[in-house]
Nanobody
Framework: QVQLVESGGGLVQPGGSLRLSCVAS????????MQWYRQAPEKEREFVAH???????IYANPVKGRFTISRDNAENTVYLQMNGLKPEDTAVYYC???????WGQGTQVTVSS
């Protein structure tokens, strides 16, 4: 079954850190670029980060210098390390197989004191 499963979300205080994981199955993970998106309440889904098959990365301006995307092809997993979290980072975070319509179910990140 072709799917993406995210995990690692939760409640964290401002300035804290979380690491999100997205495990892929049912396709050749190493052949695809992967992306993270997020959707805050009453807002449109927005791009967060991209990692190519050769591990080249691209970040949205709001997360540059705070978030790091990485991948482990042996584990079929893409990660999003989030440091220096802010309340405005609160959203459901989704991973996506780039260039396709394959999305995970999302994981909630809440940044609040």
């Amino acid at each position: 079954q072709v799917q993406l499963v995210e995990s690692g979300g939760g409640l964290v205080q401002p300035g804290g850190s979380l690491r999100l994981s997205c495990v892929a199955s049912g396709f050749t993970f190493s052949s695809y670029a992967m992306q993270w998106y997020r959707q805050a309440p009453e807002k449109e889904r927005e791009f967060v980060a991209h990692i190519s098959t050769s591990a080249t990365t691209i970040y949205a301006n709001p997360v540059k210098g705070r978030f790091t995307i990485s991948r482990d092809n042996a584990e079929n997993t893409v990660y999003l390390q989030m440091n220096g979290l802010k309340p405005e980072d609160t959203a459901v975070y989704y991973c996506m197989r780039a260039g396709t319509t394959l999305w995970g179910q999302g994981t909630q990140v809440t940044v609040s004191s």
